[in-house]
């Protein structure tokens, strides 16, 4: 009988770094393209604070752009790959549920791939915010991009049935079985995936989740801490299909999977700091 062992961490790639990239190939740079375009197109000052920066491929290529960047992440292992790999911006370690790198320092706040999300609670969320506000200047941007909670609203597709994937790395074929499942009343997107890999390891089971936020609900939490929304749509972004390219703006529905937020800092709370 073959055992499967339950990983500490909450995601086995987030501890690998090298395994991450493997998994999600970025070679075209998508993502930060498309933050940098959201950028440009409102007029984002220099300073930019990647939350959640993984590996810090984003933050490398709004550097590239022209930007001075700080990564910051709360995974060592990441940061230390960041540091090595993509070289240029700052990395720090912060936690996104309350951080404070400064008053007033940043002129836009971007956050990546549903790192947002794992803010579960109304309180971490209303950290994450707080943080936000105190980091940037008067006017800054804040640039999100996650899952839609509003996908979910009488969609079971993606719920229950476990999806396989596999990938090769370093000469080992690595392979998922992925099952989603709906926690209403937290309001939570819970992910079981078991981790097999063709060196003889035993399995590994990873279990985690992410906040779901409603389209109006996400617009009402960033009016309470003072930023007006910008754009709030549910495509074309880096993780949609078909994706973001150069030449499309942003859409006016908010029902896709995706849902990309822009706001501009503008005024005082009303939420608790």
Same mark, same amino acid.
């Given at each position: ?97 309350? #951080? ?5 320092? #940043? ?106 936020? #409603? ?59």
């Amino acid at each position: 009988m073959t055992s499967t062992r339950t990983a500490r961490a909450d995601n086995l790639l987030t501890d690998n770094p090298e395994l991450y990239e493997a998994r999600f190939p970025d070679p075209g740079r998508l993502a930060g393209r498309w933050t940098e375009d959201c950028l440009r197109r409102h007029g984002a000052g220099p300073r930019v604070l990647d939350v959640g920066c993984g590996t810090g491929r984003d933050a490398a290529h709004l550097h590239g752009a022209g930007r001075r960047v700080t990564g910051a992440d709360l995974s060592e292992a990441m940061l230390a790959h960041a540091r090595t790999h993509h070289p240029g911006p700052d990395y720090v370690s912060a936690d996104l549920h309350g #951080f404070d790198l400064g008053q007033g320092v #940043f002129d836009a706040l971007v956050c990546l791939d549903s790192a947002l999300l794992y803010c579960h609670t109304n309180d971490q969320l209303d950290g994450f915010l707080s943080s936000c506000r105190r980091a940037l200047t008067a006017g800054g941007l804040l640039v999100a991009e996650m899952r839609n909670g509003a996908y979910f609203l009488g969609r079971t597709d993606l719920l229950g049935t476990p999806t396989a994937g596999e990938f090769a790395w370093r000469g080992t074929v690595h392979r998922s079985t992925t099952t989603l499942s709906l926690d209403r009343a937290a309001q939570l997107l819970r992910r079981t995936r078991v981790w097999t890999a063709g060196d003889g390891s035993e399995p590994v089971e990873q279990r985690s989740a992410w906040r779901l936020l #409603f389209p109006q609900e996400l617009r009402r939490l960033l009016t309470a801490h003072g930023f007006e929304v910008l754009e709030l749509h549910d495509g074309p972004g880096p993780r949609t299909e078909p994706p973001w390219r150069e030449e499309l703006l942003p859409g006016r529905t908010a029902d896709a999977d995706r849902l990309h937020v822009v706001a501009r800092l503008t005024g005082t709370a009303t939420a608790p700091s």
